[in-house]
């Protein structure tokens, strides 16, 4: 057919076939997408809100499931209203310290009910209490972390328990770790945007495996997040023979130095530094400042024999000879457990005792000698001091003489020397 057609009548023929595609391509056509610039600007900033709302959603519920799990490694303390951390498989379990607390067996309240607790440490001096659980309790211990590890930004979680045993979880970055100063001992403590407060102390912090980084610990009037290496340093120094004598009697001792030779006018003895409020030492009237020369008529130069004589103790008595401004004095010294109460029950310390220290200057004799901002200035060479110009003369970086301080520090007094 196509061979009888002439020229014009092919191409005739094309132009037809051409002309239905495009009217059948013109009636198939799919309807036009819509313009995405129609959506008002405040539709987009509405989904936008939606993702990160649903985002936030689902990294909270990521910190809860995280926050559970740690859970059953923490107890509430009910008498010490604190959190508790269970620090190892044998039921040690750690918490902040309380030198007033009294009872010989505590309460915890426990993923899986209430379970006694028998106190083992507990200290002025340092800022961790020790409790040991039964072995029937199958207490979870945490697993710790090392902060080391971790890279300043990323998310760790504080979580605490709270009256009841509810617990709280709260989340935050992680900044880096910096050594803190707590009294006399340093530890490294973690730093990061999580707020610490009083709701916190006894928790811990946490990455986000569920590794304890730190537990929050008082620290000079204040708190710090001591990593699990310095909280053993600490749990390490109160079991020691100076932190046992400390816990026991409350009372610290030193040997005499060139210094404090000189200034006692003796060649031997041992300096008391420390007397914690209504334990036997302050009961039994010693004070910072006095050198304990002997016990029961035996002479003690060095820390090791005072510890042999006095440690371990029940309820012995001891009668001290001890020298104070230079007389000799007889104390009767009777040893007591730490659980003891203080007399009628409560402790009172006069509550403008001795004139209070604004401010350290790094660098500074004071600041050499320990002391702190918050420390009341009680004897100045064994002299109460007269006006406050009379504690900047004693303070000053001028001065050449060496002088003997008494501080008071929370429920303690200290003895100091400025040289």
């Not at 400390?246 to 300096?271: C, H, P, Q, W």
């Not at 401004?325 to 006069?350: D, E, L, M, T, Y």
């Not at 406050?388 to 100091?416: H, I, K, Q, T």
Request: hydrophobic content about 40%.
């Amino acid at each position: 057919m196509l061979a009888r057609l002439s020229k014009n009548q092919f191409v005739a023929l094309l132009a037809g076939i051409a002309a239905l595609i495009l009217v059948v391509g013109v009636l198939i056509k799919p309807e036009k997408a819509p313009d995405v610039t129609s959506i008002s600007q405040a539709e987009m900033q509405r989904l936008q809100t939606l993702t990160q709302r649903r985002n936030l959603e689902n990294l909270a519920v990521y910190f809860a499931q995280i926050a559970a799990s740690i859970q059953p490694g923490l107890v509430w303390i009910e008498e010490w209203a604190s959190t508790g951390v269970v620090w190892n498989g044998s039921g040690l379990i750690l918490t902040a310290g309380s030198p007033r607390f009294s009872a010989t067996q505590v309460s915890a309240i426990t993923t899986s009910g209430h379970v006694s607790l028998a106190p083992q440490m507990v200290s002025s001096r340092f800022s961790a209490a020790a409790m040991r659980a039964p072995p029937s309790s199958s207490l979870e211990p945490v697993r710790k972390g090392d902060a080391q590890r971790l890279d300043p930004g990323i998310w760790i979680l504080l979580v605490s328990r709270q009256e009841g045993g509810q617990y709280l979880f709260t989340p935050g970055t992680y900044s880096g770790l910096a050594l803190t100063r707590c009294g006399e001992f340093e530890y490294a403590a973690i730093q990061s945007s999580l707020p610490l407060t009083e709701g916190s102390v006894g928790g811990g912090l946490f990455d986000l495996e569920g590794n304890l980084l730190a537990m929050v610990l008082r620290c000079n009037g204040g708190l710090a997040a001591v990593t699990p290496e310095g909280v053993d340093g600490i749990v390490a120094e109160a079991n020691s023979p100076e932190g046992q004598a400390e816990r026991r009697f409350g009372i610290r001792v030193a040997e005499l130095d060139e210094t404090s030779r000189a200034y006692f006018k003796l060649e031997g003895g041992l300096l008391v530094t420390e007397v914690v409020d209504d334990l036997p030492a302050d009961t039994a009237g010693l004070a910072p400042g006095d050198v304990i020369v002997g016990v029961d008529g035996n002479p003690v130069d060095l820390r090791s024999s005072w510890y042999k004589a006095v440690l371990p103790a029940g309820d012995e008595k001891f009668e001290l000879q001890v020298q104070r401004n230079r007389k000799r004095v007889k104390i009767q010294f009777r040893a007591k457990s730490w659980q003891s109460k203080p007399a009628g029950g409560v402790s009172i310390s006069g509550a403008s005792e001795g004139y209070e220290i604004r401010s350290v200057t790094a660098g500074s004799r004071a600041s050499r000698a320990s002391i702190l901002r918050g420390d009341r200035i009680v004897s100045i060479d064994n002299e109460q001091p007269g006006n406050p110009a009379a504690v900047r003369e004693a303070l000053s970086d001028e001065n050449p003489n060496s002088v003997f301080l008494v501080l008071r520090r929370g429920s303690a007094r200290y003895g100091v020397f400025l040289k």
